[in-house]
């Protein structure tokens, strides 16, 4: 009966969303909120994705980025800059929307905001968000930790994987923009 | 900036009038300043115009550059997606030696909504098939899933059963050694589809349930691989459907690195009213991988209730595998793996087989694998000798 129920009442959405943008955004300044630091303001800047940034980004992710640009959130309240991104990559067939917040060239936190996959829902679960944290890029643009996989979902664990480093590097390239235009 | 030039032009021009005009009359220099005060503002004008179309082509520009970003989009997300893998294999077993394009497979799939999509898989095993021919040509998976609320979905149509490890996840770079373990294909048997429905639901992070009903085995009932699991896969090709199977499974990936599932099936009548045999599979299995470190582990029993089975050791079958491995770095893999199974533990006699495997893999890229092992056969079989494989996906 409660099957013919489900039935009846018919398909619901397929993506489940796990967090939106602002809340991510919240998630970070509450973590970077002390009381030795105060809350950090974020202001919104835009990379556009020159010739030189998508032929990185293809090493990184095996294709270019689907973007002409990208949006992301920078804060130079505290010593170290912080900047936050909002990544999408296909897993195996249909886009995960990530949360990357960088600092110091390491990765604070990541989150899965929407998973539209049907396998590898798991990679979502904060446990396995937490192998990132801290987590950097070694001389290779690789992780330089390794992070325990999930059966079955390969291909999602490594879409954020590539997240990841896709947002370090990011972090990197507008950091020496902004430390190169202060120098000038 | 352009405001400081006019009122520097207005300063020179006042300037340059002194110079040149000869005492002036009032009204000649009240005329020249409404001139220049007329001019300030047809300027002002103009720059207010310049600022109005500089907004305006901001404008356009994100509208573009949305618009485009939304067609790259479209066409990297599109609806209808195309996959596959792929393995060849050399054997060379007691110097029986064979080469084998053995799995061509390619998927594809449409996603009709955000919530209904198709799925498919056809294969064709071992390269050439038609009469006399050893290969085969195999519709896999071909089915309708339905999200019917965020943790729930339904598949109607003919889908892998869940069990075991490798029956739904088999691509080629997921698993080490060439060929696939004997345990879960000699008595699971992988790769096992049938037709049916089945649900899945997740009750929390990490733990989740499915269960289906679906056609079931046919096993022979006559001959020396009578009751031979392996043997009763109808492969949904004009399958006898007397006697339904139901599974089920739970499964629990909370912990980062750690799976354990186990799954139960039950049939009425494994030999389709050929004689009447009730059957029951149980499988439990482990993955844990810790750093470089990783182990899988599976145990697997069928146990049919029927005379003529019990009189040829074949109502209980059984087997496990447990296989410790460990990257060296993202590239290389070590494993080793020991199997044991019987298709005929129900009789008195040491009919167990056993083979261990040792070997590695190579992925020059994530989605592509090399790979070699040593396999030491023994028990109620023997044999040594080597494989070698290369296997993809996309």
């Given at each position: 009966m409660a099957f013919l129920t489900l039935l009846l009442s018919g398909p619901s959405l397929m993506a489940k969303s796990y967090m939106s943008q602002d809340e991510f955004l919240l998630l970070v300044i509450q973590n970077n909120s002390t009381q030795e630091a105060s809350a950090p303001a974020f202001k919104t800047k835009t990379i556009w994705l020159k010739k030189e940034i998508q032929s990185r980004i293809k090493s990184i992710l095996d294709h270019k980025y689907a973007k002409l640009r990208i949006r992301y959130k920078i804060s130079l309240d505290h010593a170290e800059p912080i900047t936050v991104w909002y990544l999408d990559e296909i897993g195996k067939e249909r886009p995960i929307s990530f949360g990357i917040s960088v600092k110091n060239n390491r990765v604070q936190m990541i989150r899965v905001l929407e998973f539209r996959e049907s396998r590898g829902y798991e990679i979502h679960i904060p446990a396995f968000a937490k192998q990132f944290e801290q987590i950097g890029l070694n001389n290779n643009e690789n992780l330089n930790q390794n992070i325990d996989g999930i059966t079955g979902a390969t291909m999602s664990v490594s879409a954020m994987k590539?997240?990841?480093?896709?947002?370090?590097?990011?972090?990197?390239?507008?950091?020496?923009?902004?430390?190169t235009k202060k120098n000038k | 900036?352009?405001?400081?030039?006019?009122?520097?032009?207005?300063?020179?021009?006042?300037?340059?009038?002194?110079?040149?005009?000869?005492?002036?009359?009032?009204?000649?220099?009240?005329?020249?300043?409404?001139?220049?005060?007329?001019?300030?503002?047809?300027?002002?004008?103009?720059?207010?115009?310049?600022?109005?179309?500089?907004?305006?082509?901001?404008?356009?520009?994100?509208?573009?550059?949305?618009?485009?970003?939304?067609?790259?989009?479209?066409?990297?997300?599109?609806?209808?997606?195309?996959?596959?893998?792929?393995?060849?294999?050399?054997?060379?077993?007691?110097?029986?030696?064979?080469?084998?394009?053995?799995?061509?497979?390619?998927?594809?799939?449409?996603?009709?909504?955000?919530?209904?999509?198709?799925?498919?898989?056809?294969?064709?095993?071992?390269?050439?098939?038609?009469?006399?021919?050893?290969?085969?040509?195999?519709?896999?998976?071909?089915?309708?899933?339905?999200?019917?609320?965020?943790?729930?979905?339904?598949?109607?149509?003919?889908?892998?059963v869940p069990v075991g490890i490798t029956n739904e996840t088999h691509e080629p770079p997921t698993f080490y050694g060439v060929e696939r373990n004997p345990v879960e294909k000699n008595i699971i048997p992988a790769t096992w589809w049938e037709a049916g429905a089945g649900f899945n639901t997740r009750f929390s992070d990490g733990l989740s349930a499915d269960f289906a009903i679906h056609s079931g085995l046919k096993v022979l009932t006559e001959g020396g691989k009578s009751f031979l699991i392996r043997d009763g896969r109808q492969k949904v090709a004009k399958a006898n459907a007397d006697s339904l199977a139901y599974t089920a499974r739970i499964k629990y990936t909370a912990i980062p690195g750690l799976e354990l599932t186990a799954s139960y099936q039950l049939q009425n009548d494994v030999t389709q009213g050929e004689s009447g045999a009730d059957a029951n599979l149980f499988t439990a299995h482990a993955i844990y991988n810790s750093g470089n470190f990783g182990v899988r582990a599976l145990y697997a029993t069928w146990d049919i209730d029927s005379a003529a089975a019990k009189a040829i050791g074949r109502d209980v079958q059984e087997g496990f595998y447990l296989e410790p491995s460990y990257k060296i770095n993202q590239n290389f893999g070590l494993f080793a793996r020991y199997n044991a199974w019987d298709n005929n533990a129900g009789d008195s006699v040491d009919t167990e087989k056993k083979q261990t495997n040792v070997g590695l893999n190579y992925w020059p890229h994530e989605n592509i694998v090399f790979k070699f092992d040593f396999e030491n056969r023994s028990g109620a079989q023997d044999g040594n000798g080597f494989n070698l494989g290369v296997g993809y996906q996309f």
């Amino acid at each position: 009966m409660a099957f013919l129920t489900l039935l009846l009442s018919g398909p619901s959405l397929m993506a489940k969303s796990y967090m939106s943008q602002d809340e991510f955004l919240l998630l970070v300044i509450q973590n970077n909120s002390t009381q030795e630091a105060s809350a950090p303001a974020f202001k919104t800047k835009t990379i556009w994705l020159k010739k030189e940034i998508q032929s990185r980004i293809k090493s990184i992710l095996d294709h270019k980025y689907a973007k002409l640009r990208i949006r992301y959130k920078i804060s130079l309240d505290h010593a170290e800059p912080i900047t936050v991104w909002y990544l999408d990559e296909i897993g195996k067939e249909r886009p995960i929307s990530f949360g990357i917040s960088v600092k110091n060239n390491r990765v604070q936190m990541i989150r899965v905001l929407e998973f539209r996959e049907s396998r590898g829902y798991e990679i979502h679960i904060p446990a396995f968000a937490k192998q990132f944290e801290q987590i950097g890029l070694n001389n290779n643009e690789n992780l330089n930790q390794n992070i325990d996989g999930i059966t079955g979902a390969t291909m999602s664990v490594s879409a954020m994987k590539k997240m990841a480093r896709l947002a370090l590097v990011l972090h990197k390239t507008v950091i020496t923009k902004q430390n190169t235009k202060k120098n000038k | 900036m352009k405001v400081k030039n006019i009122a520097l032009a207005v300063a020179g021009l006042l300037s340059v009038s002194s110079v040149y005009a000869t005492e002036p009359t009032n009204q000649e220099l009240l005329d020249m300043l409404k001139k220049q005060q007329a001019q300030i503002e047809a300027l002002q004008k103009k720059l207010n115009k310049t600022a109005n179309k500089v907004k305006q082509n901001d404008e356009k520009i994100e509208t573009t550059v949305t618009v485009i970003e939304e067609n790259i989009s479209e066409k990297v997300a599109n609806k209808t997606t195309v996959g596959g893998y792929g393995e060849l294999h050399y054997n060379n077993i007691e110097d029986d030696k064979n080469i084998d394009f053995h799995r061509f497979v390619m998927f594809f799939g449409h996603e009709f909504t955000d919530s209904i999509r198709f799925f498919s898989e056809l294969e064709v095993e071992h390269a050439f098939s038609g009469d006399g021919k050893p290969g085969e040509v195999e519709l896999e998976q071909a089915y309708i899933e339905m999200d019917l609320t965020e943790n729930t979905s339904l598949k109607t149509g003919v889908f892998l059963v869940p069990v075991g490890i490798t029956n739904e996840t088999h691509e080629p770079p997921t698993f080490y050694g060439v060929e696939r373990n004997p345990v879960e294909k000699n008595i699971i048997p992988a790769t096992w589809w049938e037709a049916g429905a089945g649900f899945n639901t997740r009750f929390s992070d990490g733990l989740s349930a499915d269960f289906a009903i679906h056609s079931g085995l046919k096993v022979l009932t006559e001959g020396g691989k009578s009751f031979l699991i392996r043997d009763g896969r109808q492969k949904v090709a004009k399958a006898n459907a007397d006697s339904l199977a139901y599974t089920a499974r739970i499964k629990y990936t909370a912990i980062p690195g750690l799976e354990l599932t186990a799954s139960y099936q039950l049939q009425n009548d494994v030999t389709q009213g050929e004689s009447g045999a009730d059957a029951n599979l149980f499988t439990a299995h482990a993955i844990y991988n810790s750093g470089n470190f990783g182990v899988r582990a599976l145990y697997a029993t069928w146990d049919i209730d029927s005379a003529a089975a019990k009189a040829i050791g074949r109502d209980v079958q059984e087997g496990f595998y447990l296989e410790p491995s460990y990257k060296i770095n993202q590239n290389f893999g070590l494993f080793a793996r020991y199997n044991a199974w019987d298709n005929n533990a129900g009789d008195s006699v040491d009919t167990e087989k056993k083979q261990t495997n040792v070997g590695l893999n190579y992925w020059p890229h994530e989605n592509i694998v090399f790979k070699f092992d040593f396999e030491n056969r023994s028990g109620a079989q023997d044999g040594n000798g080597f494989n070698l494989g290369v296997g993809y996906q996309f």
